[in-house]
Structure formats: C-alpha cells, structure tokens
C-alpha cells in the first residue's frame, strides 16, 4: 500500500455505500477511540513517522492500542531538512503555523504544523497533537501522523498531518456570495456534523468549530471533508479560562468575558458554533458579529425569540420552517436547552433547509443598509411605529446595560 492509498484507506471508513457496512465501521471506530489518552500522555513511537508516513499511517490504522505513557519526556529531536523540503505556508493562527512539505523519501506531500518555542507550551502541543492523532480514526477529521517531534534548533515543536490541496470552508463561502446552495450544504455539513457527534460521543468539545477548520478535499461533489484543529479540544465539565476574545462563533455564554473566572466545557458551545456555520453557508454572511444584545441583529433574534417582538427579522426569510426550527433550538441563550449535533444532523440530511431558491434582493443586511424602494413605502410606512418601538426598545435595553456596567466599574473602584 502506497502513501496515497494509506490516505484513501483512511477515508473508506466511513464512506461505504451501504449502511450496514456503514454502522459497521462506526462500531470499530468507536471501539478504537474509547481508548482516549490523557492530556498529557506521549507516544513512544514517534520516529515512524519520520522514517516512512505511509508505513505508519496503515500501522495506526491496524492498531488496536492507542494510549501512550503518561509520563512527560524529551521529544525527538528532526532535522527537518533531512526528512522533509518545506515548502509555502498554508495558514496560520494563534498558536503556531501549517507549512506544506514534502516527505523526501516517499515524495508524498504533506502538512507541517509547528508550534513556536517558547511561546507554546510543551503539554499545549502535547495534548494538541494526542487529541488531533487519536481522533483521526474518524473519516471526516484530519489525519494526523503518528509522531511528535521539534526542529533541532529547538526554536518550533511540529507533528505532520496529511495535506488538504483545496480550500477551507471559508474560501469556499467567500467564492459564493450569496450562500453555497442547499445540496452543498446537506453534503458539507452531514460530514461536519458526523465527525463533531463522534468527538461527543468520546465526551470531547471541540471548541473552536469555523469556516477555516473545515477542509474541503473535494470541490466538486464535497465527498471528502475533513475537521482539523485540536488546540481547544478539552473534555466535556472540565473548566477553561474565557478567550481574551469574541468571534461571531461564539455562544452568549463565551462572549460575557468575565476577568479571572472559568467556564465549564459543555457540547452546547460546539452547537451554538455549528448553527452559526449552517447560516453562513447558506446565506454566505453570519447572523451577527457577536451574540450580546448590545448587537442589534442579535438583540432582535433574542426578542422574537422570547416573544417580546411579533415580527421575525427580514434576514431570516429565506429560511424554511424546519432550518427556523433549528435555529430556534440551538440558539437559545439557554445552553442546557439547545439540541445535540446529532438532531441537528437529522434535520439537515432530511428537511428541505431553503424556501425558495435565493434571488438577488431576498436578503437583508447584516452589515449593509437598508434600501426602500417607493412600492415599499407604503407597507413600511404601516410598520413603521412597531419598527420604531422596537429601535426605542433595544436602545433602552442597551443604555440601561450600559449604565449597570458604569455603575459596577464606579462601585469596583471605590472599593
Ligand atoms: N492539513 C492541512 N492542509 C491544508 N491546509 C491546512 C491544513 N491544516 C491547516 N491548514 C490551514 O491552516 C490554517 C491554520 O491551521 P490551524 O487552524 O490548525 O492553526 P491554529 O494556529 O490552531 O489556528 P487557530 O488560531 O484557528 O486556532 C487552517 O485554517 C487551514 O486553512
């Protein structure tokens, strides 16, 4: 078996026709991975990967035991320039970079993650890489090779994943404006739904689920799609520090930063991040910038949705009744109430998710003004005291939020 079908083989999986031989593969997967490692735990048998990627690909895939030693110890040390020639950048983030290269003895391409030194930790990069290898018996989650290792100069801790040559899920949307259409959508997301249901099933949050963490593997018919990104990943009710900031993934929960205090780790975070990532692809921009009330779009979301307002915004007309369905039951500032991934999955693979086919002009906003056509005046003109009532209403809402913040600050400094 080559590297290529070492790579193919980790995706059939999954993927087989039937659904018997469908349930099947599940079972083993789930039987593989109960076998979950410790945070901080290390594999012993890190120079595979360096000698031969696809020889420990297909050894991974065989194996039936995965837990490495717990105890910390010195990772291998890699020559990089022996093994592999690096090539360009492919993405960065917060914790370190992907680097494309190719693994000179097999001419397989591949993706480097490093981790600068010092800036990340080595129990960072340690659980980073044990969550990313362990989970990769999932056809839809990155593979990750066997090993850890840091660059002799010691200036970056690496491991070696297998390489996306297509986009993200993000540039994916970005080339589609207006939303990628409801059958990518059903194929995209069954796939996406499919790896995070198992990530619960192994009691792990993912916890950073976005556009840019979904590698599209296939552009035409979207049958290979992977998740990638472990650097988040925790154990479900273990407690975390707040982010330093807020994206529009966020739930309501994440984004009231609060100084110094933890969080408990719960499955409704990824949820909150997938139906935000169902609105995106279908409308091609997000709901809002950030679930607060002190953001309008969302403000008014959370209106109708306690029925406080009548009316449902116009941006979310071209929903059908199930998606609507959906987005009432995952964004729900109530985590303990929201939906699981996997009947979000079965509303999305069955339900008709679109009204209508998107016209042009269907959509509203978010970030654009509004513009009234003469035809249209008539009918604002009939809304406009309820439209105005509800301006007056979420202006009230945020000075008085605004006054109780100035009024704690105040009261905390003259303590
Ligand atoms: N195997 C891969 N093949 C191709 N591109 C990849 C691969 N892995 C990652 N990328 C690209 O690199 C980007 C950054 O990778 P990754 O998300 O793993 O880094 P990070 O530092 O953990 O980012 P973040 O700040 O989001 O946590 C990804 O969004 C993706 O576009």
Not at 19 to 44: A, D, F, G, V, Y
Not at 246 to 261: D, G, K, M, Q, R
Not at 386 to 407: H, P
Request: net charge positive; aromatic share 12%.
């Amino acid at each position: 078996m080559n590297f290529q079908d070492a790579l193919d083989y980790s995706s059939i999986e999954l993927k087989s026709s039937s659904n018997q031989q469908r349930q099947k593969s599940e079972q083993l997967i789930s039987k593989r991975s109960s076998l979950l490692p410790p945070s901080t735990s290390i594999r012993r048998h890190a120079s595979l990967a360096v000698d031969n990627p696809s020889q420990q690909l297909t050894a991974r895939k065989g194996s039936s035991s995965k837990r490495g030693s717990v105890a910390m110890e010195q990772i291998k040390k890699i020559d990089l320039d022996e093994v592999y020639s690096v090539f360009k950048q492919l993405g960065t983030g917060r914790f370190g970079y992907v680097k494309l290269a190719e693994h000179k003895q097999s001419k397989a391409n591949i993706a480097i993650k490093f981790f600068p030194r010092p800036q990340i930790k080595q129990s960072d990069f340690v659980r980073e890489y044990n969550f990313s290898f362990f989970l990769s018996a999932h056809a839809n989650i990155i593979d990750t090779y066997d090993g850890m290792f840091q660059t002799n100069d010691d200036s970056a801790f690496f491991f070696v994943q297998e390489f996306c040559p297509h986009a993200s899920l993000r540039e994916a949307v970005e080339a589609s404006p207006g939303g990628i259409g409801e059958t990518a959508v059903k194929e995209i997301l069954s796939k996406v739904l499919s790896a995070v249901e198992f990530m619960h099933n192994e009691n792990l949050v993912h916890r950073n689920l976005k556009a840019e963490n979904i590698l599209i593997f296939d552009k035409t018919n979207y049958s290979r799609v992977k998740i990638t990104d472990f650097g988040l990943t925790r154990k479900i009710d273990s407690t975390v520090k707040y982010l330093e900031y807020v994206t529009s993934y966020h739930a309501p929960e994440l984004c009231e930063t609060v100084v110094n205090e933890v969080l408990t780790v719960k499955y409704s975070i990824d949820v909150w991040a997938l139906a935000i990532i169902f609105y995106y692809c279908l409308k091609g921009r997000f709901p809002w910038q950030k679930a607060t009330i002190m953001c309008k779009p969302y403000w008014e979301w959370e209106q109708w949705l306690k029925r406080k307002s009548p009316s449902l915004p116009k941006r979310w007309d071209a929903f059908s009744d199930k998606s609507l369905k959906l987005f009432k039951k995952c964004f729900t500032p109530k985590a303990k109430d929201r939906w699981s991934v996997k009947d979000m999955r079965k509303l999305i693979v069955k339900e008709k998710l679109l009204k209508q086919p998107k016209s042009e002009n269907a959509d509203e906003y978010v970030y654009y003004p509004e513009e009234t056509s003469k035809s249209d005046k008539k009918v604002d003109e009939s809304k406009a005291p309820k439209k105005r009532s509800l301006i007056q209403q979420w202006i009230n809402t945020t000075l008085n939020t605004m006054a109780e913040i100035s009024e704690q600050v105040v009261s905390a400094r003259d303590e």
